[in-house]
Nanobody, 115 residues
């Protein structure tokens, strides 16, 4: 069982920046992909950004050009740099690690963007 722990959320003004981190309790080397998802109140959880084992990166259209995902296999961490934040980015952000037989989630970290 791999544990994922997110950190770095908080309250920021519109236009500001935050950096989220996800630390895994075990090696992330074997996961097919890792990603960040978010869920706003009353909405479904949605993909924000993901990175595959082959380093292919995919972003949601709503965050392209503003968010940047990165992974450090040596430190078992993944990050999400969020710039030019908007009130509509307000949500709980979750770290995810996926392989065909396992799918791990972190507990989530709240990001609130004030207008």
């Amino acid at each position: 069982q791999v544990q994922l722990v997110e950190s770095g959320g908080g309250l920021v003004q519109s236009g500001g920046s935050l950096r989220l981190s996800c630390t895994a309790s075990y090696s992330i080397f074997g996961f097919t992909r890792m990603g960040w998802y978010r869920q706003a109140p009353g909405k479904q959880r949605e993909l924000v950004a993901e990175i595959s084992s082959g380093d292919k990166i995919n972003y949601a259209d709503s965050v392209k050009g503003r968010f940047s995902i990165a992974r450090d296999r040596s430190e078992n961490t993944m990050s999400l740099q969020m710039n030019s934040l908007k009130p509509e980015d307000t949500a709980v952000y979750y770290c995810n690690a996926y392989s065909p037989y396992v799918n791990y989630w972190g507990q989530g970290t709240q990001v609130t963007v004030a207008s």
